[in-house]
Every structure is written in C-alpha cells, then in structure tokens.
C-alpha cells in the first residue's frame, strides 16, 4: 500500500500551462536521479539552466551513494516531478529534530528553469514535510556565493540566519572546487 503523501499528485506549474505529477522516488529511480542533479548544477549540460555551479566547482555533485542513501533512508525522502513518465525535477526531504525539515538536491532539468517548475516543487515540497513529519520549520543550506538564487529563496519566504559553514574541500564527492572562499549559507523557513 502507498502511503496516502507518497502518491502521484498532479498540480498545474504556476507559469506553465504543463501539468505534473508528483511523487516520492523509489530505488530504481536512482540512476535518473542522479543524471539529473548533475545536469542542473555540473558541466556544459547545467550552462542551459540558470542553476548551474559550474563557474565555481567542476567534477560531480552526488554520486549514487549519496542518491540511495535519500531514497532509501528511514528519515528521508526524495520527491520527483515528472511529466509522462519524464523526470524534470526532484528534492530531498529528510527529517531533523524539532519540526524542522532539510531540503536539498533541488533540481529542475535545465532546459525546463525559469517556468514555474521549481516553484512548483518546493511548494510541494512544503506541503510533504507539513503533512508528513508535521513540520514546523524547512531549513537548507546553499553556497553563499549563489546571490540570484539565495534571493530566489528569500522570495519564496526564506531567510538567511547568518549560519555558515565550510564547504569540505578535499573530499572530491561534492566536486573540486574552483575557487577557494566556498562556503554554505543556511537558510530557514516557517511552515
């Protein structure tokens, strides 16, 4: 039985007149997964989008481990949309002490940014972490040199709460960075 969030939900994109259902990914999602993060933050591929990295790290940004380890953990989820069968974006939900709920690997296919597909997932998103894990407070974390999509955030509600950490340089599963001042900014939101 598929619990009753975890089933296909359709919701019309706010700037797109393209329907899309929405679901929670299960292990054989992983390859796809993974294509798709990479494609929207690493190589020639993420230039089409504007939330590409490539500017400030090269290499990969996941690896498959890091995808299972969401799909598969007890605490977590990973939430997909797609489009006849179509992957064109996922998050990562994994629950935290106190209501708050982390959002992560975020990514839209590149060549879909810009229409309302991403707003789209991350008020999905919302409603999951509220309706699932009965969350209080949705906190992430981005690279602080990411200024247009901080405001992004902060125009869907987020704040900044002056957190930061260093970004792990010399562990080449998160990429090998380009410049050497990387660091993440957290963010917060109430639900």
Not at 67 to 77: C, I, L, Q, R, T
Request: with cysteine.
């Amino acid at each position: 039985m598929v619990p009753q969030d975890a089933s296909t939900r359709t919701q019309e994109s706010p700037d797109a007149v393209v329907a899309v259902g929405f679901r929670q990914a299960g292990p054989a999602d992983i390859p796809a997964l993974l294509e798709l993060v990479e494609s929207a933050y690493r190589g020639e591929a993420s230039r089409e989008g504007w939330t590409t990295e490539a500017g400030l790290l090269e290499g990969q940004r996941t690896d498959a481990d890091g995808v299972a380890a969401v799909v598969e953990g007890a605490d977590s989820v990973m939430w997909i949309a797609e489009r006849d069968g179509v992957l064109l974006g996922c998050c990562q939900l994994e629950r935290h002490p106190d209501s708050v709920v982390y959002f992560g690997m975020f990514a839209v296919r590149p060549g879909r940014q810009g229409g309302g597909l991403g707003r789209a997932l991350l008020a999905e998103a919302e409603r999951v972490a509220v309706r699932r894990w009965d969350a209080k407070r949705m906190r992430m974390t981005v690279l602080r040199q990411r200024e247009e999509l901080i405001a992004w955030y902060e125009r869907r509600g987020f704040a900044r709460t002056g957190a930061r950490t260093p970004f792990p340089y010399g562990n080449e599963r998160f990429g090998r960075p380009l410049r050497d001042d990387l660091e993440f900014e957290e963010l917060t939101k109430d639900l």
